[in-house]
């Protein structure tokens, strides 16, 4: 048994780390996408700041919260690729073009290739673009820090926050081998995770009923709960339940996206390729 | 050879050529008509939740650094107005990194149309109709409470005539920085999509040197600051003088000249990849 499943372990690490340095090439870009997430992340900061000091405890987050939820946001925005821009906009175009027929020949899992590769993305994009703002934010706002369990159970959120996010972005990128252009759906796809994510304004801002919907839709892995979890608003077993259900929503998506995939995969050989 | 002896006539010719261009991609998106449509409504959509995330900021305080959800919208109606109609006319602007890698940009340099012309027109998205759609209802929603006059309403087209303008100039602005390197075109966004997100609240939540930055540095406050202030006869908690009010076309005129010559050093800098 250990035998076949080392060397799948090792591919996708090289996998994964292809694509970690396939983004890293591009400095520049690096540097301004960290600029701009700071100058965003301080005009938030001081839209809060006005909310907060008319209501000091709305949402029951106190301000230093709140500013703090804000870089939390900013941080993870290009971490979960929030607007897309991952491994699956590969896929999407790949669809496209036909190239997929090659990606369905290999004796690789498609769905395993495009997650080590987002994966690799994703590490890149948090020590980078999430790491950085973040310093940015501490420096000019002072930000709340986690307790060890938190900080932990924030590490592992995230992780769980990119999968989710890739299973959400393969589904809607998916939707090309049926549409031949998907990006019409990936900008429906934006719109939903920028708002349902926490990333405007934190869930629990949300009037009731709205709040509850909001809470239990996956987009709220992508920033809503590792934020809370920072902030400790989840500790214990709450932090367990919270955690429970990104990977409620990761298993239960993944397994559509396989499902999806074989669906597509009968369609590509009936066309002929 | 066309005529473009005459200004007037180099205008005409241009304005030609970009409606020529535009055309040409309004009928390549209308290809894919479920991509169209679903790209139209979610810039609606997009746009729309944005709003709501303000208006929800409005459950929990009722007046917001000493304005009212519907004088906020009046803020932010106008912004948008004007942001996204530049957006729309500003086109592949914002990827001249791409076209300077791929060499596009040489293909373009021999046609006898101004590159700018070229750059704007190429990618021309009229699904972007839909987010402008979005800001003019915002604002018709803010609209019934300005006690409109004449003179009102005259500082309003002119308003929006120069807001467009000033977006337009950040736009060429910021993206003639790709010329220098190709691929940072993510720093203009904290200026354009910045600049309109910072313009969507009332001034008066920031600091005295973001507001004076956003007067005489990057004069976005004149977009719609300084012209709502007249539309709601308030005095502006800053102290600037009255005759802000009516500046805009001023700072918009400022701005295309400065705009100009970045612009033209820009085009100058640039060396083509030769491969």
Redesign the interface.
Request: net charge negative.
């Given at each position: 048994m250990s035998g076949p499943l080392h060397p799948q372990i090792s591919l996708y690490a090289a996998i994964a780390t292809r694509s970690f340095r396939r983004y890293s090439t591009y400095t520049a870009a690096t540097l301004a996408g960290i600029f701009t997430n700071s100058v965003f992340g301080i005009i938030l900061s001081f839209a809060y700041l006005a909310l907060w000091e008319q209501n000091p405890s709305a949402g029951g987050y106190e301000a230093d919260q709140a500013v703090t939820f804000v870089w939390i946001g900013q941080a993870l925005l290009m971490t979960v690729a929030l607007w897309s821009g991952g491994s699956t906009d590969d896929l999407a175009e790949r669809i496209r073009t036909g190239d997929i027929a090659v990606d369905l020949y290999r004796p690789v899992s498609v769905l395993g290739w495009y997650l080590a590769a987002d994966l690799g993305r994703g590490l890149y994009h948090f020590t980078t673009r999430g790491v950085a703002p973040a310093i940015v934010g501490a420096l000019l706002f002072g930000l709340v820090t986690p307790s060890p369990a938190g900080a932990a159970g924030f590490l592992v959120s995230v992780v769980l926050a990119v999968v989710v996010s890739f299973a959400v972005r393969f589904l809607f990128a998916a939707s090309a081998f049926w549409l031949l252009d998907a990006t019409g759906p990936r900008v429906l796809l934006s719109v939903l995770a920028t708002f349902f994510s926490g990333l405007t304004l934190p869930l629990n801002l949300f009037p009731d009923g709205l709040r509850q919907v909001a809470l239990a839709l996956p987009f709220a892995s992508y920033i809503q709960t590792p934020a809370d979890i920072w902030l400790g608003r989840h500790t214990g077993l709450d932090m367990i339940a919270a955690i429970g259900l990104q990977v409620l929503w990761a298993v239960v998506l993944l397994a559509t996206c396989a499902l999806v995939l074989r669906a597509a995969t009968r369609k590509v050989v009936v066309q002929g390729g | 050879m066309v005529d473009t002896d005459t200004p007037a006539a180099y205008v005409a010719h241009a304005v030609r050529s970009y409606w020529l261009i535009a055309l040409l991609w309004i009928r390549a998106a209308m290809a894919?008509p479920?991509?169209?449509?679903?790209?139209l409504?979610?810039?609606v959509?997009?746009t729309f939740?944005?709003f709501?995330?303000i208006w929800?900021?409005f459950?929990?305080?009722?007046?917001?650094?000493g304005f009212t959800l519907r004088e906020i919208a009046l803020l932010y109606g106008l912004t948008s107005i004007a942001f996204r109609v530049a957006d729309m006319l500003v086109g592949s602007v914002e990827k001249i990194g791409q076209k300077v890698r791929s060499g596009d940009l040489d293909a373009m340099m021999t046609k006898p149309v101004p590159v700018l012309v070229q750059l704007c027109a190429d990618r021309f998205e009229l699904r972007r109709l839909g987010q402008i759609a979005q800001g003019l209802a915002v604002f018709a929603w803010a609209a019934p409470i300005v006690e409109w006059t004449p003179q009102r309403l005259l500082v309003l087209v002119v308003a929006l005539v120069s807001g467009v303008v000033i977006y337009f100039c950040v736009f060429v602005i910021f993206s003639t920085i790709q010329f220098w390197?190709?691929?940072?075109?993510?720093?203009a966004?904290?200026?354009t999509y910045?600049g309109n997100?910072?313009m969507q609240?009332p001034m008066t939540?920031?600091?005295r040197e973001?507001v004076r930055s956003l007067t005489y540095l990057l004069p976005l406050a004149f977009v719609n600051w300084y012209p709502c202030l007249f539309l709601l006869g308030r005095t502006d908690p800053f102290g600037s003088p009255d005759w802000f009010r009516f500046a805009s076309p001023l700072a918009a005129l400022m701005l295309v000249v400065v705009t100009t010559l970045v612009w033209r050093q820009g085009l100058r800098r640039y060396r083509s990849t030769g491969s």
């Open positions: - | 894919y479920v991509s169209f449509w679903t790209m409504v979610g810039g959509l997009i939740l944005d709501v995330a929800l900021m459950t929990h305080v009722d007046t917001y650094g390197t190709t691929d940072a075109s993510e720093f966004n904290a200026f910045g997100t910072i609240y939540i920031f600091p973001v």
